[in-house]
Every structure is written in structure tokens, then in C-alpha cells.
């Protein structure tokens, strides 16, 4: 796996959004790939990547 070149995008996204099943949620960006998480796991991811961020003392 390769580190990020840069910063990562994040923007918001509405998965299928000609159809009727449509999804809010964002888009992930970064080099060589992206990745779509859904509305409702937003927050749960958060929190864990803050959690690791807390453990590797990433803001110190």
C-alpha cells in the first residue's frame, strides 16, 4: 500500500443519483484510487479514525 501523495480528497456524493435507490454519502480521493462511504457508516468511521489518530498522537 502507498502512502497518499498528497491530501485526500473528501467530497460529498450521491451514489446512483438517476435512480431511485439513490445514496447520500461522500468520496473518498486519493492517488491511485477512491472509495465511497455511505451516509450511515459517516460517523462510525469518524470516530475510529479519530480514535487512531489519538493513538498514534498524529496532532502532537
Known sequence: MR???GPARVTPYLWNRHQDDAEHGVM???RGGRAF???GELRRIADELH???DE???DR
Open 3 to 5: 502512502p497518499l501523495a
Open 56 to 58: 498514534q498522537e498524529v
Open 37 to 39: 462511504i455511505p451516509g
Open 28 to 30: 473518498l480521493q486519493g
Open 51 to 53: 480514535g487512531i489518530a
